[in-house]
């Protein structure tokens, strides 16, 4: 895992907690907030995954 990875992960997490404490005192408000930051992370995590795809098709082309 990278510097990067790590970094990501890390704020994600800090993030998420704070979100967490705050949808405790206020439920309705926080959903839009908690939804946004899910859709962030899935959306960062299929580019790691297609980028990691793209190395390996291209590790394959030059093998060849």
Do not use: V
């Amino acid at each position: 895992m990278t510097f990067q990875e790590i970094n990501f992960h890390t704020n994600y997490k800090e993030l998420a907690d704070l979100l967490l404490k705050f949808a405790k005192t206020k439920p309705k408000e926080s959903d839009k907030y908690i939804k946004a930051l899910n859709e962030i992370y899935f959306y960062i995590n299929s580019m790691h995954i297609e980028n990691r795809e793209l190395k390996l098709d291209n590790s394959n082309i030059n093998k060849k």
